[in-house]
């Protein structure tokens, strides 16, 4: 059966295929090749700039721009080259060497020199290098603009909604009530650290040999100051050096990074659950649009269906962030191979987030607020007053403030006229009663608004 997305076995390439599109270039088996390519070339030309290495000399200019265009015109057609080497290798790595090496074959210059390509490295140097540029690319590409894109939905709705009040709800029960705004701004707030912690986040990447102790390197060329050599080539990348490995760059950069996206995405499952919630009891609608089903059989439905796929699909990219994090910076001695196909998952895990916020930015955007029913909510809760006037009582000294106001309203149903005549018993100054008789539940928000609109600007 040929592969398409209606046939692909995951929903990553199957029926979100057009969602995960713009993955494909980074997280693929191709992009994993191309950043080889990348790596290996280079590293060869930091070896042919190198003084202290005269057996590369200095590249002429055709051979710097062909090697230039191996970079840019790489592309589908020299991966599958790579893999069909990769067929009779039966190694990764060995088959982007052997490929350059044929390419190297088009260039006079270059085929001479085809001997330095993959110098004294290990495949793990590559690898980890290639792996450092594709989470780096889709820090930069994938997951900054995601976050800036639920930002700004969440930051409008912030500022829109930040003085509409709204009847809280703790442990299930009324509670004191906030702004609709402050809700959006609490969330906003929170993604905020998560994405500013993984924007700071240092890549690390290591080119040091079989152990880490560039054996060979200092066995072949004494003379070459090798540490500050590769720590060189490793920050040309943009990248961090890590001189503490084994043959492996342990990995602990990417498990904070997974850490940082899974709670970035816990989060998000939070939101969704509590949208859920307040579409359930009625404070948002959703937008109708024309041809939509909410229901096989109950005509009348309009399924929170975005939140829902939002939370399913975090929670996978979550379970998977998670194995990585634990998995990734656990090695057998030296090394053992048992992180190679696990890091085939991170455009897996990567893939179900992206899903996941282009379905919550769908759902945001058909979220209609029904600011009637949160009002009818709050003027049938004058309990939660109980609190501002035990408070006040306590201030002025009236003994079993809290007594009191607890045996006026617990499981009782208690309305602004019954409030009113028990504050009216109150031996406190007339203006601060005043106060008390004035106050709403509506407005009774604190400074919610105010620290909706900080961020809602």
Known sequence: MQLSSLTAVSSVDGRYAGRTAGLREIFSEYGLIRYRVIVE???????????????????????????????????????????????????????????????????EELQTLSAFLHFACTSEDINNLAYALMMADARRQVFQPAFAD??????????????????????????????????????????????????????????????????????????????????????????????????IEPHDWMAESFHTLSRYNTVLIDLCRDIWAYISIGYFSQKTIAGEVGSSTMPHKVNPIDFENA????????????????????????????????????????????????????????????????????????????????????????????EQLKALTRGKAINAQLLAEFVQTLDIPAKVKQQLLDLTPAGYTGNAAEMARRLGR
């Open 41 to 107: 070339i280079r590293w060869f030309r930091a070896l042919a700039d190198c003084d202290d290495f005269p057996q590369v000399p200095t590249l002429s200019e055709s051979a710097n721009a062909y090697l230039e265009g191996l970079l840019e015109n790489f592309g589908p057609e020299g991966a599958k080259r790579v893999k069909a080497i990769e067929a009779t290798t039966n190694h990764d790595v060995k088959a982007v060497e052997y490929y350059l090496q044929e390419c190297f074959g088009g260039h």
């Open 150 to 247: 639920l930002a700004g939905s969440l930051k409008s709705m912030a500022g829109e909604y930040a003085g509409l009040p709204m009847l809280s709800r703790t442990h299930g029960q009324t509670a004191s009530p906030t702004t609709l705004g402050k809700e959006f701004s609490n969330v906003l707030a929170r993604l905020q650290r998560q994405a500013g912690l993984l924007e700071q986040q240092p890549i690390l990447g290591k080119i040091n040999g079989a152990v880490g102790n560039f054996n060979a390197h200092m066995t072949a060329c004494p003379q070459v100051d090798w540490p500050k050599f590769a720590r060189e080539f490793v920050e040309s990348l943009g990248l961090e050096w890590n001189p503490w490995t084994t043959q």
């Open 311 to 402: 939370e399913g699909n975090l929670g996978v990219a979550n379970a998977l962030f998670g194995h990585l994090a634990s998995k990734l910076p656990v090695s057998r001695w030296q090394r053992d191979l048992s992180d190679s196909t696990v890091l085939r998952t991170i455009g897996t895990a990567a893939g179900h987030s992206v899903i996941a916020y282009a379905s919550l930015l769908k759902g945001l955007g058909k979220l209609q607020v029904n600011a009637a029913k949160l009002a009818a909510d709050l003027d049938n809760s004058w309990e939660i007053l109980a609190e501002p006037i035990q408070t006040v009582m306590r201030l002025y000294g009236i003994e079993n403030a809290y």
